[in-house]
Every structure is written in structure tokens, then in C-alpha cells.
Nanobody, 124 residues
Framework: QVQLVESGGGLVQAGDSLRLSCAAS????????MGWFRQAPGKEREFVAA????????GYADSAKGRFTISRDNAKNTVYLQMNSLKPEDTAVYYC?????????????????WGQGTQVTVSS
């Protein structure tokens, strides 16, 4: 089993920045892909960003491109999501996920483990 603990969420104003962290522990194969998804009230969970096991490849939702940056520290089994220029429409619960291989997918179905989520609220 793999445990994921997210942190860094909070209430901010539009234009502010937040940095989310997700620490993974437990047994998994070496260097799986890791990603971030989000779910707003009344909406389906959606892809935000992902990073390959090696860290060499990253992918972003159109809504995140240019504003969010995903990174990982394999020595700490931790993935980060730096979010800049936040907008009210970024308000959601953000979930960290561990992939089934070193390659990521933008589909919600392609992930093995999920964290409990951290709330991000952006006021206008």
C-alpha cells in the first residue's frame, strides 16, 4: 500500500500563489509517475498536471499551462505543484496521485493511489 499526504492548500486571493506538496510512503515500484488532479463542487475530478517517474517529462491541463509548475524530489518521494496567478476558478480540492508506471496519463482512470485531498480556495 502507498500512502499520500497532501499539504499546502488554503484560502488566498486572486493573483496569489500557493505551493502544494504530496509526500508518498509505503511500497510501490521505483519512481512511478505522479500527478495532481482537482475536483470542484458539482464537477468531475479533472487532470491538472503530471510528471514522469524520471522527472524528464511533464504535462499540464490547458487551464494550468503557464501558471502551474509540477516538480518532484525522488529522494524525498515528494511531488510539488507550484501555482501562480491563481484565479477563483482554480478553487477545488486538489488530489495527489501515484501512477501505475513511470509514464503518466491525463485520465483519472490511470492512477493507482490517491491522497485525501487539500482544499484550495481563491477569492476574487
Amino acid at each position: 500500500q502507498v500512502q499520500l499526504v497532501e499539504s499546502g492548500g488554503g484560502l488566498v486571493q486572486a493573483g496569489d500563489s500557493l505551493r502544494l506538496s504530496c509526500a508518498a510512503s509505503g511500497r510501490t515500484f521505483s519512481r512511478p509517475a505522479m500527478g495532481w488532479f482537482r475536483q470542484a463542487p458539482g464537477k468531475e475530478r479533472e487532470f491538472v498536471a503530471a510528471i514522469s517517474g524520471s522527472g524528464a517529462s511533464t504535462g499540464y491541463a490547458d487551464s494550468a499551462k503557464g501558471r502551474f509548475t509540477i516538480s518532484r524530489d525522488n529522494a524525498k518521494n515528494t511531488v510539488y505543484l507550484q501555482m501562480n496567478s491563481l484565479k477563483p476558478e482554480d478553487t477545488a480540492v486538489y488530489y495527489c496521485a501515484v501512477g501505475v508506471s513511470g509514464y503518466y496519463t491525463m485520465s483519472v482512470d490511470g492512477w493507482n493511489y490517491w491522497g485525501q485531498g487539500t482544499q484550495v480556495t481563491v477569492s476574487s
